[in-house]
């Protein structure tokens, strides 16, 4: 049985352009984009991806040109297939890792890597962009909320909860919006743990637009920061979705 999450969150088409300092230094942009709706193993899936790299003057530091695509169960929110694309000056040629999910009968679900058969999987399961939309994607209680999804990171198989404060207004350009802030945190011995120091800022409405991603890492701070939305075509309904 598949489940079914109507929603109004994002469109084919749409693409989010968010720009990306580290230590308040401009270092390149991340692009979150919908770029078609097709089919996988039988069902309809949206084609996502998130694609980050740096500028000209970061590049001569440390370049970086990495593709992560995702595709997202267009009924469900969920993933089936993610593919990494990395392509960084430590490398000496591009490398490229798989996560396949495979439904077989009685719900049973198994994933792999690169191929290799890596075991059972849960229903439902997110990886690092399908999570994003599927985020977008669900309803919201209106006060504070705790979300909470099965993830993989193409190591291991985790339980991710998602705490989503009250919302409060954030500048946008020359606009102030309404924006939620939510701390991802991942299951390890049975306690939820906040994965890194990151922070991410939705628009508190029905597009859910991550405004800013905000991450402290070992060797510094990093954030991304909206700065351009094109919001794609209308979306889709439910029976259009199967249809295509």
Known sequence: MF?????????????ITLS?????????????????????????????????????AFSLIYEISD?????????GLFTWRMVKEIHEKKFKEPRQDTLEIYEYDQGRRLWSKNGEMRGEILPFTQDFISAIY?????????????????????????????????????????????????????????KYRIIGSVGIW?????????????????????????VDYDPGRKPLAANERQAR
């Not at 300092?21 to 770029?35: F, K």
């Not at 593709?67 to 009924?75: C, G, I, P, Q």
């Not at 637009?209 to 920061?225: D, H, R, S, T, V």
């Open 67 to 75: 593709t992560l695509t995702s595709y997202v169960d267009a009924e």
């Open 134 to 190: 599927y985020l977008r994607g669900i309803e919201w209680q209106p006060e504070a909320d705790t979300i909470y999804a099965p993830l993989n990171d193409w190591k291991r198989n985790y339980q991710m909860s998602f705490e989503l404060g009250k919302a409060q207004p954030m500048a946008f350009l020359s606009k102030r919006l309404p924006a939620r802030m939510g701390r991802p945190h991942i299951e390890l011995d049975g």
């Open 202 to 226: 939705f628009t508190d409405d029905l597009r859910r637009i991550p405004m800013l991603i905000k991450c402290n890492i070992k060797l510094g701070n990093l954030y991304a920061k909206l």
């Open 20 to 56: 990306v300092r580290y230590m308040g230094i401009p270092c390149g942009e991340v692009v979150l984009s919908v770029s078609e709706l097709s089919t996988y193993r039988g069902r309809p899936v949206y084609v996502t991806s998130a694609h980050l790299y740096t500028n000209k």
């Open 3 to 15: 489940r079914q999450i109507p929603h109004q969150a994002f469109n084919v088409g749409e693409k």
